[in-house]
């Protein structure tokens, strides 16, 4: 640093080269800071959508209060009616934007909202309607009804005969809610049953 030799003091100096080099460190530095940040705040976005969206398929379903049938003429089901509710911790869900998964002992069926229920629609209908969202359920106090044409669904619109056993899949813009029935062992001069 300090040459003192022959009684005079030297000092280095920076050069312009040198400065360049330095500037350009702290640039390189800026931009990859920069990026490591952005990089970063991204990735947190796409975590916490991800994680919305995790909780919202588990919790924004609807549960199935009861599941009945109702009996024709025929000693078979006609009709299945199931009573649903918004799940514990759900959100606001939107029956009319739900499919229903249908699986009968006589082939498959994919079921949207119609106004009646056919081979391939189901019906919403409130039975209890806090704030008359129907056919959203807001509430945990809400109930409406979906409604399957068994008969619709069946060969030769026989409906659901005895013992028969079925799948309905209830499937929301969050998630998907499946159940499995079973038609009882007989049907006899009744006008409903509990599936």
Known sequence: MFDIEDGRVDRAQVGIGTLIVFIA???????????????????????EQTGEESTAQVTNRVHVVSTVGTVGNDDSIHDVNLTVMKSSGSGDVNLST???EWLGPDGAAILTKGHEANATNYSVSPIKDVDDTSPVLVHQGDRFRFTIDAKALTENSHGLKESEEFTIKIVTSAGAVTYHHSVPQTLTNQDAVQL
């Open 25 to 47: 460190m702290v640039l390189v530095a800026a931009i990859t800071a920069g990026v490591l940040i952005n990089t970063a705040g991204f990735l947190q976005t796409k975590s």
């Open 98 to 100: 739900a499919t229903v």
